[in-house]
Nanobody
């Protein structure tokens, strides 16, 4: 079982940047494909970005394409999400998750709050 802990959230003005981190422990991090999601109040959880176990392939939601970048450091068991040009509508709790290739996401972090002021 893998444990995930997000960090790096906070309050930022519109147009600003944040980098989220997701530290993994308890299992071989490089075994997993990984993703970032977010959930705003009274909204469904939204997929943002995914990266394969090797880092060789990435995928983004249209809402963040060109502004957010997902990356990973398998040597340090860490997943990142660089967020640029943040908008008030990006305000949400951000979660990282892992899955074995081809399966559903099965482990989630506790989330980190991102608030973007206008």
């Amino acid at each position: 079982q893998v444990q995930l802990v997000e960090s790096g959230g906070g309050l930022v003005q519109a147009g600003g940047s944040l980098r989220l981190s997701c530290a993994a422990s308890g299992h071989t991090f490089s075994s997993y494909d990984t993703g970032w999601f977010r959930q705003a109040p009274e909204k469904e959880r939204e997929f943002l970005a995914a990266i394969t176990w090797s880092g060789g392939n990435t995928r983004y939601a249209d809402s963040v394409k060109g502004r957010f970048t997902i990356s990973r450091d398998n040597a340090n068991n860490t997943l990142y999400l660089q967020m640029n040009n943040l908008k008030p509508e990006d305000t949400a709790i951000y979660y990282c998750a892992v899955r074995f290739p081809g399966e559903d996401y099965h482990s989630w972090g506790q989330g980190t709050q991102v608030t973007v002021s206008s």
